[in-house]
């Protein structure tokens, strides 16, 4: 008897058997019809031997069939792909710009967002005529460079970007050109719906929408660069960035800015708003500024960001922190008196009041009349030491840590000695970033923790969490009592919006100029906080070489320029942030009995 032939035995067997399994699913009758086929082709039953070649052709037929079936499948799916399909899976290796979650603000308004866009690629061995790819591209984009473009699509490349970001009408005049070689591959393009709001916190991202600065940097750095190298952040189902800022507070906050710079003819303007309980920044503005659709100007050393990437001599506005030091300390009172008759000397160093009173002071009118020996003789008191480990314990001798990655380190003398103590607590001889002090008085009046200042949303519970207590309850009270009487009666007049209970502290720095300080070139501060009696946000106003001008009587100070600043930027911020004007005010003195604003609040 002839032995049957197993059909796996054979390499027809074989091929047979790696048949797509869509075959398996074909009806009953043709499945039959087909293993009869396959029977008489290989002599199963002896069936006559014409029977059997019939068989064997008929079954290469479908063999064959099936293969072109396959082949003509897979090009109609590369057909139908969208254009610059192929071309992106060339080019898998290469950065191609994924999405990126949006950045909303406190209440949900965008602030970033991605767009898609057409980039510009080609494929040089597919094109026909370097020439004329050159002359046709060229024409639609006139800046490209045509020896450049020449030599790039000459090489034997697969794929190489032309131009990323191209218009839509740049698209349709260089599809219409129907250059074999030359397509567009759609990514994602960060947007900026409010161009220069909040450009500074926001930052910049490179033409791979990869973060390169501010917070779009940050985000990168908490997992989006992984996700975007692993190919996993080409969809845009990602949650939203939820930041502290206000789009609203920053739109005043900017506004205001802008108008006092142009008033007082300054070179450059800063300002933020936090919310002294949690330490969010609600606003944040450094003028001049850039769209940050434009990243590019963000370079220009102007377009710095003043409030963490600068550091300044902060002026009196750094006696604020002396005078906590001296309370805080327990030997000095709100009671205390300091004699302030004769300047300070040490060595060919003389240390003076601005406006002198030749006379002994109490501590209110210390603070109150900005006295320059008064404080430094406080400080002096208390020691170097002391003097140094309160700065450091309120965060003024390291850099500043925040979402953003722009951070500047404090210019800390290198040898600190007395005559170091004595300017220090008056603000100069100690240069530290503007949001640095901002966070020490912050914790000054809400009750004495130090919370560090963030760019994000964040519950009291979790500011008291990462805060650390600085200054008793108590002696937060006296300052709150101090800066509200100085609003009163001192140099923080202009601040004295009706209704809004704000108090604060001025200061006026002279700049360093070739190593000596100028006596015309000034930096002028003015710390807000409102309302005094229950403590929720700060306002820090800075403007960098303000003039006198008409109607504040020759004079350049801060009580002339950022003080006044500050009071139109709490009266307009105020009801929007829930605080409304008051027809009654307490008198300051009565925050000397109101001790309880504790740390728990």
Not at 270 to 277: K, M, N, Q, Y
Not at 383 to 394: N, P, Q, R
């Amino acid at each position: 008897m002839t032995s049957i032939p197993k059909i796996s035995a054979s390499p027809i067997g074989r091929g047979l058997l790696r048949l797509p399994r869509r075959l398996l699913r074909l009806p009953n009758a043709l499945l039959r019809g087909l293993l009869a086929i396959v029977r008489a082709a290989f002599g199963r039953g002896r069936p006559e031997a014409h029977a059997v070649a019939r068989a064997r052709i008929v079954l290469c037929m479908l063999v064959f069939a099936g293969a072109y079936l396959a082949i003509a499948g897979r090009l109609a799916i590369l057909a139908s792909a969208p254009e610059g399909a192929v071309a992106r899976r060339i080019v898998a290796t290469d950065a191609v710009a994924s999405a990126r979650p949006d950045i909303v603000d406190r209440n949900g308004l965008v602030l970033a967002t991605d767009v898609k866009s057409a980039s510009l690629y080609g494929e040089p061995r597919r094109l026909i005529d370097v020439d004329e790819a050159v002359e046709a591209l060229t024409a639609v984009l006139p800046d490209l460079d045509a020896n450049e473009l020449r030599q790039r699509l000459s090489t034997d490349r697969g794929f190489i970007w032309l131009r990323r970001d191209i218009t839509p009408q740049q698209q349709r005049e260089i599809h219409n050109l129907g250059l074999p070689g030359i397509g567009f591959m759609t990514e994602n393009r960060r947007i900026y719906p409010g161009g220069t709001l909040g450009a500074h916190v926001l930052g910049s991202t490179n033409i791979d929408n990869q973060g390169i600065a501010g917070i779009e940097k940050w985000v990168d750095t908490r997992g989006l660069a992984d996700l975007h190298l692993a190919g996993f952040a080409s969809d845009r189902q990602q949650e939203p960035v939820e930041l502290a800022l206000d789009l609203r507070v920053q739109h005043v906050l900017r506004d205001e800015l802008f108008a006092a710079k142009e008033k007082f003819k300054a070179i450059a303007a800063a300002g933020t708003v936090v919310d002294v309980r949690t330490g969010e920044i609600v606003a944040m503005a450094s003028l001049p500024d850039f769209d940050a659709n434009d990243p590019a100007r963000s370079l220009d050393p102007k377009n710095l960001n003043r409030l963490t990437t600068g550091v300044f001599e902060m002026g009196s506005t750094f006696k604020a922190l002396t005078f906590a030091m001296a309370l805080d300390s327990g030997r000095y009172t709100i009671n205390s008196t300091l004699d302030a008759r004769g300047a300070l000397s040490f060595g060919r160093f003389r240390i003076s009041d601005y406006h002198a009173e030749n006379r002994v002071l109490t501590l209110p009118e210390v603070f109150l009349f900005s006295s320059n020996i008064g404080t430094a003789k406080m400080a002096l008191s208390l020691g170097v030491d002391a003097h140094k480990a309160f700065l450091a314990k309120t965060g003024q001798l390291d850099r500043l840590r925040t979402e953003l990655p722009e951070s500047a380190m404090p210019i800390v003398p290198k040898r600190w000695g007395e005559v170091n103590t004595a300017t220090i607590a008056f603000g100069h001889g100690l240069a530290v970033a503007p949001l640095q002090a901002v966070m020490a008085v912050n914790a000054l009046v809400n009750g004495g923790t130090l919370i560090p200042p963030t760019f994000l949303k964040r519950t009291r519970e979790e500011a008291l969490a990462a805060g650390t207590p600085v200054i008793s309850p108590k002696t937060s009270a006296q300052m709150r009592y101090l800066l509200r009487l100085n609003a009163e009666k001192g140099s923080a007049k202009k601040v004295n919006v009706p209704g809004f209970y704000a108090g604060g502290k001025t200061g006026t720095a002279e700049k360093v100029i070739n190593g000596r300080y100028s006596k015309t070139k000034l930096l002028t501060t003015f710390t807000g906080v409102f309302p005094m009696d229950n403590p929720q946000y700060l306002v820090l106003v800075m403007l960098d070489e303000p003039q006198a001008v008409e109607g504040t009587y020759g004079y350049a100070t801060a009580g002339w320029n950022a003080a006044p600043t500050t009071g139109k930027i709490i009266s307009r911020i105020g009801p929007m942030l829930g605080i409304m004007p008051r027809t009654e005010v307490p008198p300051a003195e009565s925050l000397l009995a109101n001790t309880t604003l504790a740390r728990a609040q």
